[in-house]
């Protein structure tokens, strides 16, 4: 029998932390880069982390939730490939399709205009970085990570195995395959950010490195960030990461409740945020309203947009509803 696992308070609001810097990631009302400054300042941060902070984020719940004493609880490989099958690729083929009907609908507000052919939606599937919801590919490369549960436990069984395993993705990380096919090139370019979720999780590193030195983690974490900005691009990205991590056992000590509001809908909000906020780019283009306001206005919609209909849906308790948006059954 499958037993609910505790949530880690600081884990959460690590969560809502990386999906807001996703939602201000894809808040930009033009092109990236052709912004105001501060606009620019903030995708340039968003982008420096926030992706492998997810792909961390996931590997440590993947570690607690179904590698660690996951047998006995219930997951197999099999029971894990059917619950992630019908977590992610499930909501993954309906956002898909309601991004091709919308690009297919309004085809002069989109930037990347598709057509309808059993050619183009196959290729959509088979290279998910280059469908009409390009935003697709961390979901399918999460399911790729999830396929793999037999590979990371086994190599999460001693320290030796811990090592080897990281020297290989390290190499994999640097020296991969440019393929796109099923999102071979996007797991080759993040696993290393995946498995050091799990073994962080598996070691207990980040309560037992940072439980009483929070602030000096978080000033040479900020110090060693702003040095890789400048010099080393994966650099700036483990001190966000780090960063990130030490805000938020900081906040959990200050402020338990920081993005109570949406931390628990992270999911939802990747899943659906792109298209309030396409709303508010396309009402920007033919409404006369100034840049920073609209900007402010796609960042709410991304969050609050996802979170209002997640909510309304769990009050209706349509089974199918919930699994399309990949909502839990209650």
């Known amino acids: 029998m499958k037993k609910k696992t505790k949530k880690i308070s600081w884990?959460?609001?690590?969560?809502?932390?990386?999906?807001?810097?996703?939602?201000?990631?894809?808040?930009?009302?033009?092109?990236?880069?052709?912004?105001?400054?501060?606009?620019?300042?903030?995708?340039?941060?968003?982008?420096?982390?926030?992706?492998?902070?997810?792909?961390?984020?996931?590997?440590?719940?993947?570690?607690?939730?179904?590698?660690?004493?996951?047998?006995?609880?219930?997951?197999?490989?099999?029971?894990?490939?059917?619950?992630?099958?019908?977590?992610?690729?499930?909501?993954?083929?309906?956002?898909?399709?309601?991004?091709?009907?919308?690009?297919?609908?309004?085809?002069?507000?989109?930037?990347r205009r598709v057509g309808l052919s059993l050619s183009e939606i196959l290729h959509a599937y088979l290279y998910p970085y280059d469908n009409p919801f390009r935003e697709l590919w961390f979901i399918f490369t999460l399911f790729g990570f999830f396929l793999l549960a037999p590979v990371w436990k086994r190599s999460l069984s001693n320290a030796k195995a811990m090592c080897v395993t990281m020297c290989v993705l390290i190499v994999l990380h640097y020296f991969h395959p440019q393929t796109e096919f099923l999102c071979i090139h996007e797991m080759s370019v993040h696993c290393i950010w995946f498995y050091l979720g799990l073994v962080l999780s598996k070691e207990d590193y980040v309560n037992r490195a940072l439980a009483g030195n929070l602030l000096r983690m978080l000033a040479i974490s900020a110090t060693i960030y702003f040095i890789g900005r400048y010099s080393h691009t994966d650099i700036a990205t483990l001190a966000g990461i780090s960063l990130s991590v030490s805000l938020a056992m900081i906040a959990d000590r200050q402020i338990p409740k920081l993005f109570f509001s949406f931390r628990d809908y992270t999911y939802q909000i990747f899943l659906m945020g792109i298209f309030a906020q396409t709303v508010v780019k396309i009402m920007y283009r033919h409404v006369s309203v100034g840049y920073p306001y609209a900007y402010l206005l796609s960042i709410l919609a991304g969050i609050y947009v996802p979170v209002a209909v997640s909510r309304l849906l769990e009050r209706i308790n349509n089974r199918h509803f919930l699994i399309c948006m990949g909502l839990k059954e209650k």
């Open 11 to 111: 884990l959460r609001i690590l969560q809502g932390w990386a999906m807001l810097w996703v939602v201000i990631g894809h808040a930009c009302l033009g092109k990236p880069g052709e912004g105001p400054g501060w606009e620019n300042a903030l995708y340039g941060f968003a982008y420096s982390f926030h992706m492998p902070l997810f792909m961390m984020i996931s590997g440590y719940l993947f570690h607690i939730t179904r590698l660690k004493d996951g047998e006995r609880r219930g997951w197999t490989w099999k029971a894990i490939a059917r619950d992630k099958a019908k977590r992610l690729l499930l909501p993954g083929l309906v956002f898909s399709i309601v991004a091709l009907a919308s690009k297919i609908a309004l085809p002069g507000e989109m930037d």
